[in-house]
């Protein structure tokens, strides 16, 4: 499959006689690359690339039209390809609205109380797999522990850390509720009211488990985007992330906050360790050692 939106909906035109034509290469979203297109009845979509098995990929989109059924604003993927690497292109249904203009209190509270209404949706859906956390060892790609134990003297501080965390009798994440593993304030779309309108960019797959563990995961993401030099994406206010912490601190027990906590470590060092970015990797050693040292 090509390397641009217009190449992809060539090859799935070609391939699945959709029809669908290009609108424009869409701006939010975190996975990048996705595309508005329009089906030939005139709904509108969005084509994106699932980098997971189309297995997985189509597993997700059973999960999406279950969930979709019972009110909650995800979306629906109309159509999976399978692509010649074994993972999928995705075509969805395009949901209304945009990320908010700014990152502040109340859209935190928007997204703190979307992510409650996802309690439980998968109580009866085992099969979907609970993400292992990697605590005790790498993971088969990612994380892995040598990033970590190759970099200084710090980083190799909070690994012991991580592995001490990981040698506790609970170590791995459990429960029924439905993951969104890249719960970002640029996934989450809201109406000009202020009202949330969708969760997107699922294209890392449905995950089970518990909702609290994303809310560690936004933490960390509005950290970043806060000390970005440009501001960050959508002016994340300080306000915003003390909400966060105070959600982290009332929904979980401190043994758990710090099990996410350390895997949430691990993940984002792994990735910014081998940008090379010193100014990047320094603010996530930081933010690791806040909670786990």
């Known amino acids: 499959m090509g390397d641009g939106p217009r ?26 690359g996705a595309a508005f297109v329009r089906w030939p009845d005139g709904r509108d979509g969005v084509v994106t690339h699932a980098p997971i098995p189309p297995r997985q990929a189509r597993q997700t989109a059973e999960v999406l039209a279950t969930v979709r059924a019972a009110g909650l604003p995800v979306p629906r993927h109309d159509l999976v390809l399978e692509l010649a690497d074994g993972t999928a292109a995705v075509v969805q249904e395009r949901l209304p609205g945009s990320p908010p203009r700014r990152t502040d209190v109340h859209a935190i509270e928007a997204m703190l109380a979307i992510n409650e209404r996802f309690a439980r949706l998968l109580a009866d859906r085992p099969d979907v797999v609970i993400p292992p956390l990697y605590l005790r060892k790498s993971g088969p790609v990612f994380p892995r522990h040598e990033t970590l134990a190759g970099y200084s003297d710090r980083s190799r501080r909070l690994l012991r850390l991580i592995r001490e965390v990981g040698n506790a009798e609970r170590h791995e994440m459990a429960g029924d509720d439905l993951v969104h593993t890249d719960f970002t304030v640029p996934n989450v779309l809201f109406d000009d009211s202020g009202q949330v309108t969708g969760v997107v960019d699922w294209n890392f797959g449905v995950a089970r488990g518990d909702r609290h563990f994303a809310l560690v995961g936004l933490r960390f993401d509005l950290t970043w985007a806060a000390a970005a030099p440009d501001g960050g994406y959508n002016g994340v206010e300080r306000k915003a992330i003390d909400r966060v912490d105070e959600a982290l601190e009332t929904t979980m027990t401190p043994q758990l906050l710090r099990m996410y906590w350390a895997y949430w470590t691990l993940y984002k060092l792994h990735w910014v360790i081998r940008s090379g970015i010193r100014s990047v990797i320094d603010l996530h050693l930081r933010l690791g050692e806040s909670r786990l040292l």
């Open 7 to 32: 190449e992809w909906i060539a090859e799935i035109n070609h391939r699945t006689g959709s029809g669908l034509s290009f609108v424009e290469v869409a701006a939010q979203g975190e996975s990048g």
